[in-house]
């Protein structure tokens, strides 16, 4: 058997050609067209939120993001993927790296706390959603009332995660997410953002178009980060069987869980989540050199895994700002092949895989 470590679910051509068709007909394939309203719609139906922003790709949703908030000087955590980073790094925002927490691998609140004591020169946090598991949210909004901070939560891999009673999208200033081939609900390239301002929405939805207003006037500096109305058709075709798509993931998420769980360190779930995505499956190993020996195993069965999240971001941006536990775990940590297509049994088999390792 091949065994992929990711593939993106591929949209139905049927049902593809009627949206594509209606483009056809419309004349209007870009800039806030039927389909980008139709989906913006859906999705916020889908979500259960309101101001969400659909743009050409996560990192622009970040980007976006950070310039429509006004972020001066960010805390970032420095466990994700390069995108977190480098959209504050690529605007020259000022950035301190402070560690996670060893269980979820999140940014770490407390930690978080003690760094806004020790300085009045931070407006904003930058968290991300590690492979689907919820931050500290009610920390994070403790945080941003005490020190009058924004709170922007990277939800890259959070697509349909729920906290309690609610989308998890719906904590913070700012969620963006990515709508990448490789990720659960995608539009081949694409990304969303949702605000908790509606004023904030209105804003970023001009900057994504060169900053022009309702009236036709440009009124400053902007970029084009729309979605494309034939994006928009993946988005509409895909969204169609995202349940299904979710349920897959779940039950391939569960099924790891069960046979690896005790064989593997695993990052450990937020109480609250309420509904998870399946997003990722990491698995988190002894040490550096047990990494690359389960690596190397799994190679040589032609199971590909990921070494995701590696480096730690503080060692590509700023190293002085040492963050042990982030850097220990990206050293050590693997994702094992997870999409919709990928069978029980070809979970069982990888599974086997590690477990003999450990005879
Ligand atoms: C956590 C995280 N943030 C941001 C991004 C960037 O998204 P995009 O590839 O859509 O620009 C990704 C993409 O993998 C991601 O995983």
């Known amino acids: 058997m091949t065994i992929l470590l990711n593939k993106p679910v591929a949209p139905c051509l049927k049902t593809m050609a009627t949206y594509l068709e209606q483009v056809n007909a419309s004349d209007w394939y870009t800039k806030f067209g039927p389909l980008h309203q139709k989906l913006t719609y859906k999705l916020e139906e889908y979500l259960e939120v309101k101001n969400l922003l659909l743009v050409s790709n996560g990192t622009l949703a970040l980007q976006v993001t950070y310039k429509a908030l006004g972020v001066k000087r960010a805390i970032c955590t420095p466990f994700s993927y390069i995108a977190t980073a480098s959209s504050l790094a690529w605007d020259k925002i000022p950035t301190s790296f402070v560690?996670?927490?060893?269980?979820?691998?999140?940014?770490?609140?407390?930690?978080?706390?003690?760094?806004?004591?020790?300085?009045?020169d931070f407006d904003s946090i930058i968290a991300t959603h590690v492979y689907g598991n919820p931050c500290a949210v009610e920390s994070f909004d403790s945080l941003s009332s005490k020190y009058n901070v924004k709170v922007i939560y990277d939800a890259a891999h959070a697509f349909g995660v729920r906290y309690?009673?609610?989308?998890?999208?719906?904590?913070?200033?700012?969620?963006?997410?990515?709508?990448?081939?490789?990720?659960?609900?995608?539009?081949?390239?694409?990304g969303a953002i949702i605000f908790k301002e509606t004023e904030v929405y209105e804003k970023a939805k001009q900057l994504i178009n060169f900053s022009?207003?309702?009236?036709?006037?440009?009124?400053?500096?902007?970029?084009?980060?729309?979605?494309?109305?034939?994006?928009?058709?993946?988005?509409?075709?895909?969204?169609?069987?995202?349940?299904?798509?979710?349920?897959?993931?779940?039950?391939?998420?569960?099924?790891?869980?069960?046979?690896?769980?005790?064989?593997v360190e695993l990052p450990i779930w937020n109480e609250n989540t309420s509904l998870t995505n399946g997003s990722y499956f990491p698995v988190i190993l002894k040490n550096e050199?047990?990494?690359?020996?389960?690596?190397?195993?799994?190679?040589?069965?032609?199971?590909?895994c990921r070494e995701y999240f590696s480096p730690s971001l503080n060692m590509v941006f700023k190293p002085e700002d040492a963050c042990p536990v982030s850097q220990s775990i990206a050293s050590r940590i693997l994702c094992l092949p997870l999409h919709f297509y990928l069978t029980l049994d070809e979970v069982?088999?990888?599974s086997r895989v590690i477990k003999e390792s450990r005879k």
Do not use: M, W
């Not at 009673?165 to 200033?173: A, I, Q, V, Y």
């Not at 207003?213 to 995202?242: F, H, K, M, R």
């Open 99 to 120: 560690d996670i927490d060893l269980n979820s691998l999140n940014l770490c609140p407390s930690l978080v706390d003690k760094k806004l004591e020790g300085s009045s």
């Open 164 to 190: 309690g009673e609610k989308s998890l999208l719906r904590f913070g200033d700012a969620s963006t997410l990515s709508f990448n081939a490789t990720k659960v609900f995608h539009t081949i390239e694409g």
């Open 212 to 263: 022009i207003d309702s009236n036709g006037t440009p009124t400053g500096a902007g970029i084009n980060a729309v979605l494309n109305e034939y994006q928009c058709a993946v988005g509409l075709t895909l969204l169609d069987n995202i349940d299904n798509i979710l349920d897959h993931r779940r039950i391939i998420f569960n099924e790891y869980t069960k046979l690896l769980g005790s064989l």
């Open 289 to 304: 050199l047990e990494k690359n020996r389960i690596k190397t195993l799994l190679d040589g069965h032609d199971i590909p």
């Open 348 to 350: 069982r088999h990888i």
